[in-house]
């Protein structure tokens, strides 16, 4: 079966530090990967996603993640981390088979000055 | 572009009411549009997936009585709670997509809080 794992729960940086989130995904073919981002009571917007290609993607707001194929992993990553991008991070495998999104459990950013 | 929103944002109904929740696509047309419930400090859980004139397919454990969903046109796809009780209080989240490779991606609502006293 389809999963999602983000191991982190929770992580704080230091704004300015750079910042890392990880991401294992278990599925048989090609996946498509998505990372969300969810602010308090807000829906999730998309940040960047893989389809094929390249294995570097970059999305918006500065982030980037890369595909791993070897190790099923769909990391995102952050240069430089500003007080703004503290919210709850979501990693998404589609399957498509079904075209039903499988979520991880989230990591909450927090950002300290 | 692709635009998704939903009414209301937030509501609070008494135990045994019912609720209807609307998701609409303001740009696009939507082939299918997802229901997702989100407890506090959990992620999305799929509730159903509607494709736009035919019967929502429901996921396993969720009662398809309970949370009645239509999607009776490309932009619009309603999700009423009958007779709701507070177990049934959660942050609701639809979203909408196009289908197909070039329309995996899905675009979220921003969200219905229900509370139910």
């Known amino acids: 079966a389809q999963s999602v794992t983000q191991p982190d729960i929770h992580i704080t940086v230091s704004e300015g530090a750079s910042l890392e989130l990880r991401c294992n995904y278990s599925y048989g073919a090609t996946p498509y990967l998505f990372w969300y981002v969810q602010s308090p009571g807000q829906g999730l917007q998309l940040l960047l996603k893989?389809?094929?290609?390249?294995?570097l993607v970059q999305g918006i707001k500065g982030f980037e993640a890369e595909f791993k194929r070897s190790q099923s992993s769909f990391n995102l990553r952050k240069p430089s981390v500003h007080w703004s991008d503290a919210a709850e991070y979501f990693c998404a495998v589609l399957n498509t088979g079904g075209f039903k999104t499988i979520f991880g459990a989230g990591t909450r950013l927090f950002v300290k000055a | 572009g692709a635009v998704v929103s939903q009414h209301p944002s937030r509501v609070i109904c008494k135990s045994g009411t019912s609720v209807k929740i609307e998701c609409r696509s303001l740009?696009?047309?939507?082939?299918?549009m997802f229901w997702y419930r989100q407890f506090p400090k959990q992620s999305l859980m799929l509730m159903a997936t509607s494709n736009e004139g035919s019967k929502a397919t429901y996921e396993q454990g969720v009662e398809k009585d309970k949370f009645l969903i239509n999607h009776a046109s490309l932009t619009l796809s309603t999700l009423t709670v009958t007779s709701a009780h507070p177990e049934d209080s959660s942050f609701y989240i639809c979203s909408a997509g196009t289908g197909g490779r070039a329309g995996a991606e899905q675009y979220f609502g921003p969200g219905t809080r229900l509370t139910v006293t």
């Open positions: 740009d696009f047309q939507a082939t299918t």
């Open positions: 893989y389809f094929s290609g390249d294995t």
